[in-house]
């Protein structure tokens, strides 16, 4: 079947430090990957994807690679900020018997502290 | 830059009693989904729509959630009678419904449910 495995959080950073949120996913055929970044009391906002293996998505200085040979989306920023603190949910897609299915992570909350 | 919208922002409703949430997708797009986030997971997908068509209401529990998009633009979503686990935040989003696989989907600001 298919499944996103986050990293748990909270994930509490300074400012400017760097952040990695791990991302493994399980699927059939060949999945589109995404991140998503929901601020509070607000709907998802897409923050990046990559649709096929190997392809780097990035916006807002956010970057991850997607790695078919670890079945791995990690989300990296080399300096956060304040305005970064937010839930984050990794993403895939992936056909199925009733068309095209999105599948989330439980979400990574991050807190950066000035 | 077109947006997902979606009414009421907030509800507080009593246990037993009915209620609807309303969704307008992006203009054009042919799939719209209702998902249901409860506190602190990721979002569930409840059904899916391809213009006025359910593709996907596996999850969605039928005796008391139904939903529809008539004429294939916006929907409504409803919860009669309402139940004290249906407090979440109930998520609308839509996608082009051409691109399969590689879509994107756009998410509405939602709709926060609460439940005495």
């Known amino acids: 079947g298919n499944s996103v495995t986050q990293m748990e959080g909270p994930v509490t950073l300074s400012e400017e430090a760097f952040l990695t949120i791990n991302c493994t996913y399980t699927?059939?055929?060949?999945?589109?990957l995404f991140w998503y970044v929901q601020y509070p009391g607000e709907g998802l906002q897409l923050l990046l994807k990559a649709t096929k293996a190997d392809d780097k998505g990035s916006n807002k200085g956010f970057e991850a690679t997607y790695r078919k040979e670890t079945t791995s989306f990690h989300l990296e920023k080399g300096s956060v900020q304040v305005s970064d603190s937010a839930v984050y949910f990794c993403?895939?897609?992936?056909?199925?018997?009733?068309?095209?299915?999105?599948?989330f992570g439980t979400g990574t909350s991050l807190t950066v502290i000035p | 830059e077109a947006e997902v919208a979606q009414s009421p922002r907030y509800k507080i409703t009593e246990k037993s009693q009915a209620v609807a949430f309303w969704c307008d997708p992006i203009s054009g797009h042919a799939t719209l989904y209702w998902y249901r986030q409860i506190l602190g997971q990721g979002p569930e997908l409840l059904v899916q729509?391809?213009?006025?068509?359910?593709?996907?209401d596996s999850q969605l529990p039928k005796d008391r959630f139904s939903a529809e998009r008539l004429k294939g633009v916006d929907s409504t979503l409803k919860i009669q009678p309402a139940e004290l686990g249906d407090s979440a935040m109930y998520l609308c989003?839509?996608?082009?419904?051409?691109?399969?696989?590689?879509?994107?989907?756009?998410f509405g600001p939602g709709t926060r449910l609460l439940v005495l």
């Open positions: 699927a059939t055929g060949y999945p589109s």
């Open positions: 993403a895939l897609r992936s056909g199925g018997m009733t068309g095209n299915q999105f599948y």
């Open positions: 989003a839509s996608s082009p419904g051409l691109a399969g696989v590689r879509e994107t989907q756009y």
């Open positions: 729509f391809q213009d006025e068509s359910v593709v996907d």
